[in-house]
């Protein structure tokens, strides 16, 4: 989820309603605040929001149901997650190229952190900081290809 999304603030009841019932049905129930945890978000390969997965012995799968209280409990307590195609192996989020992906998340906060200290903190204008980053983004390619 995302503090921002409209959707996610839609299921928001619901889903703490999901969570606290969480212990009679046996599971445990969390969210990420993917603005937090941009690697995790990308490890999961998370397009839309809000994305719910369900986990079982290292097995996920992406749930796409109804977001009601009663379908989520029913998902758990009817076993339908066993109908539901797992993930790929390699977009498994434990799957080395899910790794390489939450790298690349991470990359993109901290390329995000440095710009925005170089245009609010620095003052520096936009187009000069595109600049940078296209002169650093240069010199690595030259720097690697050598």
């Not at 445990?28 to 839309?48: A, C, H, M, N, W």
């Not at 539901?84 to 390699?90: I, T, Y």
Request: glycine letters at 10%; one cysteine or more; aromatic letters at 14%.
């Amino acid at each position: 989820y995302a503090p921002w999304c409209a959707a996610c603030q839609q299921i928001e009841l619901i889903w703490e309603s999901f969570a606290k019932e969480s212990e009679h049905l046996g599971i445990t129930v969390g969210k990420v605040d993917v603005t937090q945890e941009p690697g995790l978000s990308g490890r999961f390969f998370v397009t839309t929001l809000p994305t719910i997965y369900h986990a079982n012995d290292g097995v996920f799968r992406r749930y796409r149901g109804s977001r009601t209280l009663e379908d989520l409990q029913g998902y758990v307590l009817e076993r339908k997650w066993k109908a539901v195609e797992p993930v790929a192996g390699w977009r498994s989020p434990s799957s080395i190229m899910m790794h390489g992906m939450a790298g690349l998340f991470h990359l993109s906060g901290w390329i995000r952190q440095i710009h925005s200290y170089l245009t609010g903190t620095l003052g520096i204008h936009v187009w000069i900081s595109y600049a940078i980053f296209f002169l650093a983004t240069l010199l690595i390619g030259l720097f690697l290809g050598l």
